[in-house]
């Protein structure tokens, strides 16, 4: 599990564009858990093995469970191979966009959540076809929270620096409120996991918080 630590550069970034921080309000019926890319493919032993991912899926149940007490919903979402991604896929050394393909396609074994998640048969499973979960005609993620009425994110997954922040990223610019969890993130090193952090929070002005005080935080309304 990372060291998370936010640069006195970003602090100041923060304070300048958005003022002291000031925690999200999770109201209920307004938020979700959403998980990104936990899938076998991800693991240590995967196509693509993230070392760290095991130490996380502890605080990623527990968050979930939290969310289910509170009302709130949890959402996963997995990677999806896509043929048409060539700009991606297509400028992959050799032979890689076939390991991709057998591995992240809908239905392979590397493609399926990791089994030690907590899922719930009432939760939600998505695939995106991207790195962010909001890249039009990729995936559903965008539809499904307007139609239940979600404008604040929790996000919790891998990795850090790209699926994690990318989503992040965008749902901010679609005007979705949005909480990375640190303890609860991983990717492949500190130092990509404190860049995004950096980003996250001095730019784009996500609400940072590790997995006790989003449980804090959580109403209690079941």
Not at 29 to 38: K, L, P, R, W, Y
Not at 89 to 112: I, K, N, P, V
Not at 191 to 220: K, Q
Request: glycine residues 8%; contains cysteine; hydrophobic residues 40%.
């Amino acid at each position: 599990m990372h060291s998370t630590k936010i640069s006195d550069f970003a602090t100041e970034t923060r304070f300048y564009a958005y003022g002291p921080r000031e925690p999200l309000a999770l109201v209920p019926g307004s938020f979700a858990h959403v998980v990104i890319d936990m899938q076998y493919g991800f693991m240590p032993g995967g196509i693509i093995p993230v070392a760290g991912n095991p130490a996380i899926i502890p605080n990623i149940n527990r968050i979930s469970a939290a969310v289910r007490r509170a009302g709130g919903r949890n959402i996963f979402v997995r990677f999806t191979y896509d043929p048409t991604w060539t700009v991606y896929y297509g400028r992959l050394a050799d032979g890689r966009e076939a390991r991709m393909e057998a591995a992240f396609s809908d239905g392979a074994e590397q493609h399926a959540l990791v089994a030690d998640l907590d899922v719930m048969a009432d939760d939600v499973l998505l695939n995106k076809k991207r790195f962010s979960s909001f890249t039009p005609g990729t995936c559903d993620l965008e539809s499904r929270l307007r139609s239940a009425g979600i404008d604040t994110l929790i996000v919790t997954g891998c990795t850090s620096s790209c699926c994690v922040e990318s989503t992040i990223r965008d749902g901010m610019q679609l005007n979705f409120k949005t909480i990375f969890v640190g303890d609860a993130n991983v990717t492949l090193n500190d130092a990509y996991h404190n860049g995004a952090v950096d980003n996250l929070f001095g730019i784009f002005g996500t609400d940072l918080c590790m997995t006790d005080e989003i449980l804090d935080r959580l109403p209690v309304t079941a």
